[in-house]
């Protein structure tokens, strides 16, 4: 065989291999691991942090993301017989209370895949207090992590106005390296998230052009259903719930299967290390435009009481889900649900039956993305 026709050959077989690989089969799908959000089940102060692993343990779960409210929660709990209050800033406090926390855990069988959220990291400027302050929380969060036994941060994309952090790229990089490199030192990674009301990185393409340039072995993505699909195709501030700016809702729908499709194609798998999964509902009527008293956008107040379990909502999350998959990626899916209902203001449940419901709906979700 001349080869030409040798290379042609084998060109072929390892794209069939390749593509037989990330196939989405019932099989391949099989063994996706599933963690739980802490600051996402729970509607009154009587669902501690105690209660939060019972039910997500006995649900099915294998992991949690710990959330920090939740950390401070339970410190200001244990240490309210000794008159002490616990401050984000108390770190040697905090870490006490992490050990207990991973002691929970363990006996939960649940393991400690991130610590998050830790927010507005990048882009202050030199020698400002921001940017102090900035890696002040990180290197305490480092020691918190170390504490809890994770090895994972998460970080989502900065959503500080502009006129504080500017719109240079090469900066927020060169921060989110340091970050990196911080943490590298102690064997710990960087999951990078894009917030879809970020100042400057709202969606994927963002955030993997950033990984891409922070270049670090241990800087990877957090990839999230609503995230992307409330940004890309759904938007609280219109009637239809869907963006609108100039484009069709058919071109806006063939545009994001088109991101999916290249998201696909373009991200390794093994530079996804998690993928959070929401959906979101259709507010009622649309949201102001406006930023509100603290200064939150529409898609941020959006995201803070108006996601429920995939299928609750209106987003295309399968699309999202899939695309993810389609890399490859067989990883954590972590459930991040704040569902206050379809008008934002909060839903009575009991946890145990809430966290049950999103183990059946992590069945129902995996069904809908095997190839028909």
């Known amino acids: 065989m001349p080869d030409s026709r040798l290379e042609a050959f084998f060109a072929s077989e390892r794209k069939y291999n390749a593509e037989r690989k990330n196939a989405l089969t019932k099989e391949s799908l099989a063994s996706i691991p599933v963690a739980y959000a802490s600051c996402s089940i729970g509607c009154k102060p009587s669902h501690t942090l105690s209660g939060k692993l019972d039910a997500i343990a006995k649900a099915g779960f294998t992991a949690i993301e710990l959330s920090m409210p939740d950390l401070l929660d339970f410190a200001n709990l244990t240490k309210a017989e000794e008159g002490k209050e616990v401050g984000p800033y108390n770190f040697d406090e905090l870490c006490t209370v992490a050990t207990e926390v991973k002691r929970l855990c363990n006996s939960h069988n649940l393991r400690i895949l991130v610590i998050q959220p830790f927010a507005n990291f990048e882009g202050w400027p030199e020698g400002s207090s921001e940017r102090e302050d900035a890696f002040t929380r990180l290197r305490g969060w480092i020691r918190i992590m170390q504490a809890a036994g994770t090895d994972m941060l998460q970080v989502g994309s900065s959503d500080s106005p502009a006129e504080k952090i500017g ?37 994927w393409k963002d955030v993997w052009d950033i990984c891409q340039k922070v270049d670090r072995s241990n800087s990877g993505l957090c990839l999230d259903t609503f995230q992307s699909a409330g940004g890309e195709w759904g938007d609280p501030i219109t009637a239809s719930g869907m963006v609108e700016d100039g484009r069709s809702p058919e071109q806006v729908t063939a545009d994001w ?12 798998a093994e530079k996804i290390f998690f993928l959070q999964i929401s959906d979101a509902y259709k507010p009622k009527s649309p949201f102001s ?8 956008r529409p898609r941020g107040r959006w995201s803070h009481d108006f996601r429920p379990l995939p299928f609750k909502g209106y987003l295309p999350t399968v699309d999202f ?16 649900i704040f569902d206050g209902g379809p008008e934002g203001k909060g839903i009575d449940y009991e946890m145990k039956g809430f966290a049950r419901e999103a183990i059946e709906c992590q069945k129902k979700l995996l069904e809908a993305c095997v190839d028909s």
Do not use: M
């Not at 290249?262 to 390794?268: N, V, W, Y």
């Not at 435009?289 to 939150?296: A, F, I, M, R, T």
């Open 167 to 203: 719109t240079d790229r090469s900066r927020f990089v060169k921060d989110l390296q340091e970050l990196a490199d911080l943490l590298a030192e102690k064997g710990l990674r960087v999951a990078y998230e894009n917030w879809c009301w970020s100042t400057h990185a709202p969606d």
């Open 257 to 268: 299967q088109a991101s999916c499709k290249k998201l696909a194609s373009t991200i390794p």
């Open 289 to 296: 435009k406006d930023v509100d008293e603290s200064g939150l």
């Open 321 to 336: 889900a899939k695309a993810v998959l389609g890399t490859g990626f067989r990883g954590y899916f972590s459930y991040e």
